[in-house]
């Protein structure tokens, strides 16, 4: 009984192994080359081009490549399954014809002969965003803003002369966003030069697009000066996040919110929707720019209580009972946007730099000089309850 047991099993074990061994193997092997596509057509777009065909009758088919080389001299290839009957070629800089081989694969790996085609792409994204791109002047520097219609990933390179006249790099920024927007700041009122180029993932680069402005006036205020205030129907502190921790420069601390914390005497005109409100002083009534806050980093990026819609109000003179009257909106329907668009906890990196980078809130040009600042959390990433920043 034991020898038949032995048997079966080695019996088992051989038969297992010859399966494997023939699973690993093409179903079809030959050194006979597949049929090419036929019935191509040819759709252009930005930056490359759509290709559909018909499969040859051949059973063993494995998947159609296509070879090309693209504007910066790099030779590419891009495989499509037999089980789609298209594919795109990209990663073209300019509007010139380019050379696409198409090559059947079976099984066995072997190649069928080439089916040569041209192709000729529509103006890429790099250029597309470059002749939307407009510079304007801003608060200590200029302000840049364009659309990516094809939502691209490419980057924004910016260049302007040091003081001792060498152009030199000063900013690079990652963007696939339909529409953007970004800022260099940090210089004088003087008319000051900049250009700027656009460069996609295959190395591609835009003509250099120039600008001169005078950049507006703004100074820091000093932050030594910031109080932290307590009004009714403010929120309160918690876990050791106090107020003041906005404005000590490390943004490793912050202000946090108990969780769940709801107002008991919801003013009328956010009654329904449990927003945060806190209250700080700037120390001196100042005409405000632009203010800036971070979200609390690491996983908590984007996500829990983080700010995502929000309101900042300003006033010259504070009320006692803790309501809006007298208050100016500085800034309204305010939004912290994730550049990913991915769901909670889901990072890109453009999304982990656009976290370090902070959140920059435009105060609309008509606000009256003010003294006081209140930050409304309509709602956080994670919804209502709570907010840390």
Known sequence: MKNIHFYCLLLCFVVCTSCDDDIRRP??????????????????????????????????????????????????????????????????????????????????????????????????PIQLIRESLSMEADFGGMHLYWENEAEAPV????????????????????????????AVRGYDTIPRSFSVFIRDRYDNISEVKETTVSPLFEQLLDKNLHAPMSLPHDAPDAFGWVMSNLFNDDIGSGFHTPQGWKDDD???????????FFTFDLGVTAKLSRLKFWQRQGSWIYFHGNPRYYEIWGTDQLNSDGSFDGWTKLVENGEVIKPSGQPLQQNSSEDVDAAARGEEATIISSAPPVRFIRFVNLQSWAGPGTTYL
Not at 86 to 111: A, I, K, R
Not at 266 to 276: A, F, R, V
Request: aromatic share 8%; charged share 25%.
């Open 27 to 124: 179903l079809v092997a030959d050194d006979i080359p597949p049929g090419q596509v036929t019935d191509i057509e040819i759709k252009s777009i930005s930056g490359g081009a759509d290709i559909t065909y018909a499969l040859p009758g051949d059973d063993d088919i494995l998947y159609v490549v296509a070879r090309f080389q693209r504007t910066t001299g790099e030779m590419a290839s891009v495989k499509s399954s037999v089980y789609n009957n298209s594919l795109t070629v990209e990663g073209f800089g300019d509007t010139n014809e380019y050379q696409v081989q198409l090559f059947t694969v079976d099984q066995s790996e072997n190649e069928s002969e080439p089916v040569d085609v041209v192709i000729k792409p529509k103006t890429p």
């Open 266 to 276: 919801p003013l009328p005109t956010y009654e329904g929707q449990d927003p945060h």
């Open 155 to 182: 980057s924004l390179i910016v260049l302007t002369d040091n003081e001792i006249g060498q152009t030199e790099q000063i900013e690079v920024r990652y963007s696939s966003r339909k529409e953007d927007d970004f």
